[in-house]
Structure formats: structure tokens, C-alpha cells
């Protein structure tokens, strides 16, 4: 086929489909680099967001860790309250994020435009594992500060302290 427009204004260059495919990907740069980078920084984000919200959450309830401790809690049960609802809601999160991730994909494949696409499969049970952990370490290492200082905190400092 090549030969025949050879010596045409447009010439053309015949190739395999699978060789189309890798030219194209090619083209495209790292694109696994690409997104791995964006989804870190959408990590951290959340991270900061998380972390903000954890600590308003225990400036808010300081007397409420003074009257835990005036009933005989120890810092570290405090320390081990605190921590244990950030990761609970952090995981809670990751699980809806998954389920509507689920949701998403399969409306994807059975659109009209799924076609347009390529394949799109759900997520398997390890990389779903994997992100709700993720949401888990999010959770704790964004409560850790706040509720540290949380559980250092004087029974006579936290009673007094104004909402």
C-alpha cells in the first residue's frame, strides 16, 4: 500500500494497529508520572485539610477532655479517643469514596459513550484495601498533633478554657 503513494503529495505509512498504539502512548509523555504527582498533591491537601479540621475539632471540645479527665481518664485514653474517631471518620470516608468510585465506573461502562473509552474495570479488592488505609493514615497522622497536646492538657487549664 505504501508503495502505490510513493510518490504522492500524501504519502502513507502503514503500521500494525499494536504499533499505532505504542507511537500514540508515546506521544503521550509519562503519563503514569503525571498522575501519580497530581494524586499526591491531592493527598496533601487533604492531609492539610484534614488536619485543620481535626484540630478545630478538639480546641472546640477542650472541656469536654477536662471533664473525661476529672472522671479518671488517663492522657493516653484521651490520646487513644481522639485518634481512634479521626480514623473511624477517615475510614467511613474511604469507604463511601470507594462505593461511589464503584458506582461511577460501572455507569461509565454502560453509558452510550462507554464505547469511546477505553475499558474501564472496578477497582480489585487489594487497591480498594489500599486506599481506604490510605484515608486511615490520613486520618491519624492529622490527628496526632491535636490530640496530643489534647491529652497534655491540664484538668484546671481545660475546665477554664472558653469555647
Excluded: W
Amino acid at each position: 500500500m505504501d508503495g502505490e503513494f510513493h510518490n504522492a503529495t500524501v504519502q502513507t505509512k502503514t503500521e500494525s494497529e499494536q504499533a499505532f498504539a505504542v507511537g500514540f502512548l508515546s506521544m503521550l509523555g509519562n503519563v503514569k508520572m503525571l498522575l501519580i504527582g497530581i494524586s499526591g498533591a491531592v493527598m496533601f491537601t487533604i492531609l492539610l485539610v484534614s488536619a485543620n479540621t481535626m484540630a478545630m475539632a478538639v480546641r472546640e471540645r477542650v472541656r469536654e477532655v477536662g471533664v473525661l479527665k476529672t472522671l479518671g481518664f488517663t492522657p493516653g485514653i484521651v490520646l487513644g479517643l481522639i485518634l481512634g474517631e479521626a480514623v473511624m471518620i477517615s475510614i467511613a470516608g474511604g469507604v463511601i469514596g470507594y462505593l461511589i468510585s464503584t458506582a461511577l465506573t460501572a455507569g461509565i461502562r454502560k453509558s452510550p459513550f462507554g464505547g469511546f473509552l477505553p475499558p474501564v474495570e472496578s477497582f480489585r479488592l487489594p487497591v480498594a484495601a489500599a486506599c481506604v488505609l490510605a484515608a486511615g493514615a490520613i486520618g491519624l497522622v492529622s490527628s496526632l498533633a491535636p490530640a496530643m497536646g489534647a491529652s497534655r492538657t491540664s484538668i484546671v487549664d481545660a475546665l477554664r478554657s472558653e469555647d
